[in-house]
């Protein structure tokens, strides 16, 4: 199927921002790097990266709002358009030499995500979806994981570092996953991690506290990919908690029972 016009801008974009990080990767060591607090960095990449799509977005839609992860909100000017944009996601591994890092841009129109792109530079993986009209990579529709057993399944989790709450949750809900499940899998970029799922490499994933800007543009990738898209409590406040539980059927109707019993 064509990209739209939107799309095409954001692919351009992700692909720019994308290919300025492997520059960066490839001279981590001497990046000038800051931290927000514990265990929360933000190196020069992260904000060359973000100037690129600002740039980009910006020039092609002027009156659009921006969330993005550096630089915060601005407000735009039509009040129906905002872009959520984590510049570098997975800024941990990159900064560890782990390929393992993607862009991801969403444009929400009107209180809905429209529009997303998801690209992991390393793998040169482009991720896009635009509602009703399906996901890809690449140039291949993509289709949620098949598998209904769970004892065959692989799910994507996210778990706080120090600096974090929750610590105490998260082990809780491992005990609860790791006797039923084939693994679990803690990638370090929740962008990819949905992305992931809606290709069908992940049977699910769930993680909490997340920002929009790191969820956007892959909740809706699953959802055009067939998967079940919710909050960990199984609602529709993904956005606002910050809360997710993703797969296809099978493996998100597990999510959140386990997660249920976690909790109990
Ligand atoms: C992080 C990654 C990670 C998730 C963290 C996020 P960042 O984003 O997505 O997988 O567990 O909660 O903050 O900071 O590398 O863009
Ligand atoms: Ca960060
Ligand atoms: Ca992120
Ligand atoms: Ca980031």
């Known amino acids: 199927m064509a990209r739209t016009a939107i799309l095409n801008v954001m692919v351009q974009a992700a692909m720019k921002a994308g290919r300025n990080l492997v520059r960066d990767f490839g001279e981590v060591e001497n990046l ?14 992260d904000r060359m990266a973000e100037e690129i799509i600002r740039t980009e977005l910006v020039k092609a839609r002027p009156q659009y709002g921006l969330v993005m992860e550096e630089s915060g909100e601005v407000e735009g000017t039509d009040g ?71 004892p065959e399944m692989v799910f994507g989790t996210g778990l706080p570092f120090i600096g974090k709450g929750d610590h105490g949750r998260a082990l809780k809900e491992l005990r609860y996953f790791m006797p039923e499940v084939a693994g679990i899998r803690r990638y370090g970029a929740a962008s990819l991690d949905l992305a992931w799922t809606a290709s069908g490499r992940l049977d ?57 019993q976690a909790k109990s």
């Open 32 to 45: 000038q790097v800051s931290r927000k607090g514990p265990g929360d960095f933000v190196s020069a990449a």
């Open 204 to 260: 699910g994933y769930w993680e909490h506290n997340l920002n929009s800007w790191d969820i956007a543009a892959g909740l809706l990738m699953v959802r055009e990919a067939g998967g079940y898209v919710t909050d960990t409590d199984g609602k529709d406040k993904m956005l606002e908690t910050g809360n997710v539980a993703v797969g296809n059927e099978f493996a998100h109707k597990h999510i959140l029972r386990l997660l249920k």
């Open 80 to 150: 129906q358009h905002r872009w959520h944009v984590d510049p570098l996601d997975g800024t941990t591994n990159f900064l560890h030499g782990i390929p393992i890092f993607a862009v991801s841009i969403a444009l929400e129109r009107q209180g809905q995500i429209v529009a997303g792109v998801i690209y992991n530079p390393v793998m040169d993986e482009l991720y896009t979806a635009e509602r009703g009209r399906g996901a890809f990579l690449n140039d291949r529709r993509l289709r949620v994981a098949g598998r209904s057993d769970l």
